[in-house]
């Protein structure tokens, strides 16, 4: 299928984007012309921070809605989602019981939706990477389908396992470049990362004063203060009981300039660790939650109610794709004008790192390392069901896949591999109608210069 084109789409581009997001570039154009920018810088930057366009294109009317038709029923699209799995979303951290583990990570997008969504996503970003690492469609054909069945048998896995939330990659079962950043996780220390954020003064931590952080005036620090306390009533277990760790050493403000994060609010909040240790402090993350991209064309009354806030959803969601989630995973509001806000609140890990793309050139380590991210992709949808701990998605998703794929791997396999080549064309052409339309001054609120 060639990719839509001409006026039309770039209509559709711009629209879509301008939708999506002009309420945060109202709030912040500089930091969502820093955005633009790095989404102009290549095809697969600009599908990163477009998520919002791929469901547009997805969900009911779009041009590419029901391409999944045959793969799912009733109880198979509703279901717990990553939202925006694309190839750089992978990476290690350290679970509530500390164990080094390499799964999906980036929660901000998690919502109810079709399991075929996070595959398909995925695939087509692995199509764009290969690309523009110029691998023949022959290689990505393989690569896609070795990842489309690794996630098929990771499935039947489950649909044997007594326990949903026993098996993961860890450094006794990865392998290739997984095991490598396993490894590279593994030589991080806490104390490292504060030294880096971080100054001693009459004996206690407080975050240095850098470009990108923000001292607070009394009125907003005292606001955070408060908004951090009442983020302890969100914790689970005992965590929330214990005084040492969070007590408050102090509070800065940031503001998200990502790809994904321009222009929410966020602060940092330094808290005493583990101990009264000087190396055992801890940062938290404090980050206004934003409208997730599947939300905007999944239309399920339930799962917009069962939610108090963007916060709140994005904690809930991570606490049910990853099982063993930051022990300080949690939420809370703040109010920035008009009426509450919610933000979501997570450690900042210095065990925390991304899968690294830019030496995985080679068709031979590609092989080893897409199978283990099709396990994983299977991993976070099949313990976000009725054995996690929420009760918004209360069917087994293994059971729900597997008689969805039945006995038709090979088609689901042939269907996702046309998918990637066709919508890394589309994402292709998309990029260069929106360098286009951005460069021409299309958003009145973030001009081109």
């Known amino acids: 299928m060639a990719p839509f084109t001409g006026e039309d789409r770039t ?6 984007l301008r939708e999506a997001f002009e309420p945060l570039m109202l709030g912040d154009p500089r930091a969502f012309r820093t955005k633009f920018r790095k989404m102009a810088r290549d095809p697969f930057a600009f599908y990163r921070g477009s998520a919002c366009l791929f469901y547009a294109d997805l969900g009911p009317g779009g ?10 029923d009733e109880d198979s ?23 080094l583990v390499f799964d999906v990570n980036d929660f901000d997008e998690a919502y109810l939706g079709h399991w075929t969504w996070d595959p398909m996503r995925f695939v087509a970003s692995l199509a764009l990477l290969c690309w523009q690492k110029a691998l023949p469609d022959g290689t990505i054909d393989d690569l896609v389908a070795r990842y489309v069945r690794a ?10 396992a007594a326990d949903d939330t026993e098996w993961a990659i860890t450094l006794e079962n990865a392998e290739g470049a997984v095991l490598h950043a396993l490894h590279e996780a593994k030589l991080s220390t806490r104390f490292e990362m504060l030294e880096s954020q971080t100054v001693v003064e009459d004996h206690r931590r407080r975050f240095a004063d850098t470009s990108v952080v923000r001292r607070l005036g009394d009125d907003e620090r005292a ?30 403000g940031r503001s998200g300039v990502g790809i994904g994060s321009a222009g929410l609010p966020t602060y940092s909040v330094l808290i005493e660790g583990f101990t009264q240790a000087l190396d055992n402090d801890v940062v938290l993350s404090v980050k206004q939650g934003n409208v997730a991209a599947p939300s905007r064309v999944v239309d399920d009354a339930r799962a917009r109610d069962w939610f108090e806030h963007h916060g709140h959803r994005t904690a809930v969601s991570q606490r049910a794709l990853q099982a063993h989630a930051d022990g300080f995973l949690g939420w809370t509001s703040l109010d920035l004008g008009d009426g509450p806000t919610g933000f979501v609140v997570s450690e900042v890990s210095p065990y925390e790192s991304d899968l690294s793309w830019d030496e995985l050139s080679e068709p031979e380590d590609l092989e080893v390392v897409v199978p283990q991210l099709g396990r994983a992709t299977a991993k976070i ?4 069901d009725e054995d996690s701990d929420q009760d918004l ?56 210069a």
């Open 11 to 16: 209509d559709t581009v711009v629209s879509t």
């Open 63 to 72: 041009r590419y809605a029901d391409v999944d038709a045959r793969w799912v």
């Open 77 to 99: 699209s509703r279901v717990w989602i990553q939202g925006d799995l694309h190839a750089e979303n992978f990476g290690t951290y350290l679970d509530a019981d500390g164990r």
């Open 151 to 160: 996630y098929v048998d990771q499935v039947g896995h489950y649909r044997e």
């Open 223 to 252: 606001a955070v203060c408060d908004a951090f306390d009442r983020y302890r009533s969100s914790l689970p277990g005992s965590r929330r009981h214990e005084r040492v760790t969070f007590d408050v050493l102090d509070v800065v």
């Open 381 to 384: 949808h099949c313990v976000a």
């Open 393 to 448: 998605v209360t069917l087994s998703v293994e059971e729900a896949v597997g008689r969805s794929v039945g006995d038709d791997v090979d088609a689901l396999v042939a269907a996702l591999t046309e998918f990637a080549h066709t919508y890394s064309r589309q994402v292709r052409e998309d990029h260069r109608l929106f360098v286009d339309a951005f460069r021409g001054g299309a958003f009145e609120h973030v001009a081109p």
